[in-house]
Nanobody, 122 residues
């Protein structure tokens, strides 16, 4: 069984930064793509960023390009979030992919963390 544990969320003012981390255990972490998704109140879960199995490829949703950076090492995946905006407020979820390729849809991921709250005040 795969376990994903997110950390690093919190309350920050607009323009600030946060770094989310996701620790994975239970399978060969380095063999699969990893992704970050988010869900704001009364909205559907949406894709944020993904990184391929070897860290060589990344994908971002348009609204975070140039502000967020996804990266990974042997045991964790990270989401560096800069220039945060109030519309970035959401619960952020880490996800482990079914494939090596970084995919931008939830169906490409089969394990999910519990989420970490990010709140950006104006």
């Amino acid at each position: 069984q795969v376990q994903l544990v997110e950390s690093g969320g919190g309350l920050v003012q607009a323009g600030g930064s946060l770094r989310l981390s996701c620790a994975a255990s239970g399978r060969a972490f380095s063999m699969y793509a990893m992704g970050w998704f988010r869900q704001a109140p009364e909205k559907e879960r949406e894709f944020v960023a993904a990184v391929g199995w070897d860290g060589g490829s990344t994908r971002y949703t348009d609204s975070v390009k140039g502000r967020f950076t996804i990266s990974r090492d042997n045991t964790k995946v990270y989401l560096q979030m800069n220039s945060l905006k109030p519309e970035d407020t959401a619960v952020y979820y880490c996800a482990s992919g079914q494939y090596r390729t970084a995919l931008a849809f939830a169906g490409g991921y089969n394990y999910w963390g519990q989420g970490t709250q990010v709140t950006v005040s104006s």
